[in-house]
């Protein structure tokens, strides 16, 4: 018997009618993204695994979809880890320059972080984040483990790393690393290189720095592709998704914020979908963890707070006790995260809550500013600041967006925020950047459920041509060039088949109009038209035929 088709949990077919409502879905927000001057761009759908780890915390990596390399990889694991000597070694780590980089580079933000502790602390938190990637903990290893290194706090720590280059770093390796530990890398390279993109965030930013001498800054694009990730599927949660994602780089100004607000207005008003705008900004949750005296747990913190809808305060206690906050610090932030009020009085209350706090005021302010501004705009959306708004993704650094829909429960619909140096993981230095992501499929789902499609967007053909045979197929032919000239959807059914099933052809796919020249219409130069929904029948020339349907 032959096994029944089927397709992986967490992706979709999509009929042509369902096409037809994406299509109308992309088109709008792609339009708007025109208008205001964004340029369009599209990357591979896979990455190097290099470019995709570490960039979205330890939750994000988990849930990257991992691309085995072609060809027999378990033969090539044993092959390749047989007889491992030195000169093999030697060639491994002199052509693998990035790998190299990049482990210096998560070195380096995990001491920026931990900044003011001992080297122990950056390397349980260095093991803690790439736990599941034996080859940048091969390499890390050497930094906590080389029995040369003298220093014991971050400081002077920092300076030995920054002082570090790839040369000499392979050289210590090569003395110090043991060799089942390269055979650890070397199966893991030879089994995944390469991952499917989780978002098209990180793979911009690779973009920019790879194309940055082709492009002007600041640079506006837009793209529109789908992702992937190994989440467990639910309802508006998905493996297979698209984004449509819009972000400029190389400018500091909080008028890009404003920008990208205006741009959520303007697509969802296109759209008819009733929206909030929640927005926070990563400065003050920062100022947040420090006055309560856990800023080494900023990211615990946002990772937990950013769950409250989902899980309800009581857990997101919980889960902070679990990740070692005290309960003293927990019970300060509750009237914090509880805040609530108007935008103004939110703000003058973080004004005294914060006070103590440089980083905390200057996202206050920043929120500040970008709220000033909208209140001068014809904005409809109402736009809030919500403390509790965190969004999980490491590379947030100032303001923070999340887009929900009023009338359907679902989660969010569109997401973003500001990353100061999210290019800088690839070498280019402080180019910071702000960017929403639009979630299409999501969307797609709130706009199935209000019926909110227009009627001409979904429909593929208003006019089908009638069979009779061949001389008057050949005469609709015809007809149908100047027909399609003017803008008309239309097509001729291919085969000189009965009536009744030509017009139950039109009937499933819901077109309006059906033409029908037989010889008397031929010898007149003229068309029956009749309207499917009324049964109204009209003998009309080319041209009143158009003029009747458009």
């Known amino acids: 018997m032959a096994q029944?088709?089927?397709?992986?949990?967490?992706?979709?077919?999509?009929?042509?009618?369902?096409?037809?409502?994406?299509?109308?879905?992309?088109?709008?927000?792609?339009?708007?993204?025109?208008?205001?001057?964004?340029?369009?761009?599209?990357?591979?759908a896979m990455e190097n695994l290099s470019t995709l780890m570490g960039k979205?915390?330890?939750?994000?990596?988990?849930?990257?979809?991992?691309?085995?390399?072609?060809?027999?990889?378990?033969?090539?694991?044993?092959?390749?880890?047989?007889?491992?000597?030195?000169?093999?070694?030697n060639k491994l780590l002199s052509c693998d320059k990035e790998l190299v980089e990049n482990c210096i580079f998560k070195i380096k933000e995990i001491r920026n972080r931990l900044e003011g502790y001992d080297v122990k602390d950056i390397e349980t938190e260095f093991n803690k984040n790439y736990e599941n990637d034996p080859i940048f903990i091969a390499f890390g290893k050497f930094f906590f483990y080389n029995s040369n290194l003298k220093y014991k706090k971050v400081d002077d720590f920092a300076t030995y790393i920054d002082n570090l280059t790839v040369n000499m770093l392979k050289s210590y390796v090569l003395k110090s690393i043991n060799i089942s530990s390269i055979k650890k890398i070397k199966e893991a390279r030879v089994i995944s290189e390469k991952g499917l993109r989780y978002d098209l965030t990180v793979p911009f930013a690779r973009f920019v720095v790879q194309h940055q001498n082709e492009i002007s800054f600041p640079f506006k694009r837009y793209q529109i592709q789908p992702v992937w990730r190994a989440d467990r599927p639910q309802k508006g949660r998905y493996r297979e998704f698209y984004q449509c994602d819009v972000d400029v780089v190389g400018s500091d100004s909080?008028?890009?914020?404003?920008?990208?607000?205006?741009?959520?207005?303007?697509?969802?008003?296109?759209l008819k979908i009733n929206v909030?705008?929640?927005?926070?900004?990563?400065?003050?949750?920062?100022?947040?963890?420090?006055?309560?005296?856990?800023?080494?747990?900023?990211?615990?913190?946002?990772?937990?707070?950013?769950?409250?809808?989902?899980?309800?305060?009581?857990?997101?206690?919980?889960?902070?006790?679990?990740?070692?906050?005290?309960?003293?610090?927990?019970?300060?932030?509750?009237?914090?995260?509880?805040?609530?009020?108007?935008?103004?009085?939110?703000?003058?209350?973080?004004?005294?809550?914060?006070?103590?706090?440089?980083?905390?005021?200057?996202g206050v302010e920043e929120i500040q500013t970008v709220l000033n501004y909208l209140n001068t705009l014809d904005i409809n959306t109402e736009v809030e600041l919500d403390l509790t708004l965190a969004r999980g993704l490491n590379y947030y650094t100032g303001a923070i967006f999340e887009v929900k829909a009023l009338d359907v429960e679902i989660g969010s619909i569109t997401g973003g925020g500001r990353y100061d140096d999210l290019t800088g993981i690839f070498g280019l230095k402080d180019v910071s950047g702000v960017g929403i992501s639009f979630g299409a499929d999501r969307i797609y789902d709130v706009m199935n459920?209000?019926?909110?499609?227009?009627?001409?967007?979904?429909?593929?053909?208003?006019?089908?041509?009638?069979?009779?045979?061949?001389?008057?197929?050949?005469?609709?032919?015809?007809?149908?060039?100047?027909?399609?000239?003017?803008?008309?959807?239309?097509?001729?059914?291919?085969?000189?088949?009965?009536?009744?099933?030509?017009?139950?052809?039109?009937?499933?796919?819901?077109?309006?109009?059906?033409?029908?020249?037989?010889?008397d219409e031929m010898n007149q130069g003229k068309v029956t038209l009749k309207n499917m929904a009324n049964g109204e029948q009209k003998l009309l020339t080319i041209d009143e035929l158009i003029k009747e349907i458009q």
Not at 13 to 42: H, W
Not at 281 to 297: F, H, P, S, V, Y
Not at 491 to 496: G, K, Q, T
């Open 4 to 44: 029944k088709p089927s397709i992986p949990a967490g992706t979709r077919d999509f009929s042509p009618v369902e096409m037809a409502k994406r299509n109308f879905i992309f088109d709008t927000i792609k339009s708007v993204f025109l208008k205001y001057g964004y340029q369009p761009i599209e990357t591979p």
């Open 254 to 270: 909080l008028m890009n914020e404003v920008e990208l607000i205006q741009i959520v207005d303007d697509v969802y008003k296109a």
């Open 449 to 519: 459920q209000l019926d909110l499609y227009p009627k001409e967007s979904i429909v593929s053909t208003e006019l089908l041509f009638i069979n009779f045979g061949e001389k008057e197929a050949l005469y609709s032919l015809k007809a149908l060039q100047t027909i399609r000239k003017a803008g008309i959807k239309a097509e001729l059914y291919p085969d000189a088949a009965k009536m009744k099933k030509q017009m139950n052809y039109a009937n499933k796919k819901e077109i309006a109009y059906v033409a029908m020249a037989g010889e």
């Open 276 to 362: 909030l705008v929640k927005m926070n900004n990563r400065k003050i949750l920062t100022g947040i963890a420090e006055i309560i005296g856990e800023a080494d747990k900023i990211v615990d913190i946002t990772v937990a707070i950013d769950k409250l809808d989902k899980i309800g305060l009581e857990k997101v206690n919980e889960e902070l006790l679990q990740k070692g906050l005290p309960q003293e610090a927990v019970d300060k932030l509750q009237p914090i995260i509880q805040l609530s009020g108007t935008n103004d009085e939110k703000i003058a209350t973080l004004k005294e809550v914060l006070a103590t706090s440089e980083t905390g005021l200057k």
């Open 56 to 89: 979205y915390g330890e939750e994000g990596d988990k849930l990257l979809f991992k691309i085995l390399n072609s060809g027999d990889y378990t033969n090539k694991i044993e092959t390749k880890s047989r007889g491992l000597n030195r000169s093999q070694l």
